[in-house]
């Protein structure tokens, strides 16, 4: 093995800095901040926020959690059909489709569902036009709904590209067999494709959870009342209370449900390392 | 019989296409309507009268609009400086020197992206208000910078890792010095990847709301800054039209990100 580069190093430091002052520093002073009181270990600070917002707590991870599944519920039905199906013109134009939010803001995510969600916005209205909908039943989504709509809206072309591309490489003759067999193209998609691409799927899913968890544009520009996402009740502690340690707290909350969630992946993929290994 | 049921089918599949597409360019098409909508209100499912009198405030050279979208290009640009002048040496290291702990520093660079970024960006604004960082644009540009390292840092690798060795050991077999071998080989070479990444850390910094919201305010106003004020202002004109200026450069980036990275040097991303 040959000796580790000085030189190499040397080429790395500048970046690594970088992260080190904008990242491991300030996570350092939020740890601090949120495990210390006068100078003292404590836990004050998290009592705090669960008396405050545990409400919120479970909130975001039910929003979470529902979009997380919906966006994979989605994902697979909709890169099945690319992969799948035999309708030619119908995998055109889906392909042409789905894409259309995959490197959309957040921001302006949340700016257009603000409009189109709204009880008087064109969902409602097309609702309306078309005779699905009586106008007297028309109610803005723009809650706890609004923000898993934005969600999946956002975050589904993502994993549908991810997850086409797995598809997409996988043998096809495994495919025909199973077709060859007589199984039909659902059976085909949930036994013989989806258990090939299931390294896939997961990481796409999991860099989903971890985005959304951090997104603070969307749960204040699509519902703006209680119960509200973590991030948008750390930014009101900072704004309103200039409170730094019971904010701080709750974003160790969130260090820990991210944590959770890399811990599951990581466990998925040391066994699967394991079976390769077999 | 095939025939038979072959209509209905099809027209099942119309169907649920068009419901799709609804699905997707619905909300899209509503903020387009709000962007040329003078007067809109209830009971009307249309704009009541049409124009671009809100078009001429946001593109008024002297107006905020204007102003934000001069400053989110100038951080937008100066964080690509900023990013490409680390992650090219990185890169070059991380893709062909030997270096300890590689993996670990490869992980490094995601962290920032991974984590749950508004707790960490209320403690950069604390750490930047003592040293009186807030409400500079070069405050956010490191932010942004942090923020946006990681496809700086990973792409580059990647496009250097791409780069066939023999090129530059044949460019050093005639003489070159690993300098030169460096910047008349292998850089011109990995160009076309760290172009795209140069795309991706600019169109980042554009989008960028939550870094800027916490470390740029009150001084600092980038476009996404401006369209929230005006969106939660209920100044829906203002904020469609913000929003759709950030829509072009996403949009047109989603229809041409195939021909910025080929293929080899995605399938080495990250590792």
Known sequence: MPRPSLFGLLLVAPALALVAALFLWPLGHSLMAAFTLN????????????????????????????????????????????????????????KQLYRWPLFIPFIVAGQCMRTFLAKNGMMNNTLVSLGVLDPSMTTSFLDWRGIVITFVWKQAPFVILMLAGAMASIDRSTVEAGRNLGASRLRCLIEIVLPQVGQTLLVALVLSFVTMLSVLSVPMMVAGSQPTMLTVDMAFRINAYGDYPTANALGVISYGITAIVAWIYLRHNLRQHAEGGR | MTTLRALPVAVLKVFALALFAFAIFGPLTNLALWSVAERWYTPFKLPVTYGLRYWEVVFRPTGDAMASLMTSIWIALLTVAVSLALAIPAGYALARLKLPMRAAIMILFLLPQAFPSVAIYINVARIFYQLGLTGTVGGVVLVHAAHGLVYAVWIAAAAFAAVDRDLELAARNMGASPLRAFFTITLPLALPGIIASAIFVFLESLDEFTGTFFVGVPQVSTLPLLLYNASMGGNYQIASITALILLVPSVLFMLFVERFLRADVLSKVGH
């Open chain 1, 39 to 94: 100078g003292d270990f404590s836990l004050a600070h998290f009592r705090k926020a669960f008396e405050l917002y545990s409400n919120d707590i479970v909130f975001t991870l039910l929003i979470i959690g529902l979009s997380t599944l919906l966006i994979a519920v989605i994902s697979i039905a909709i890169a099945g059909v690319l992969t799948l199906s035999e309708t030619g013109w119908l995998v055109a134009v889906l």
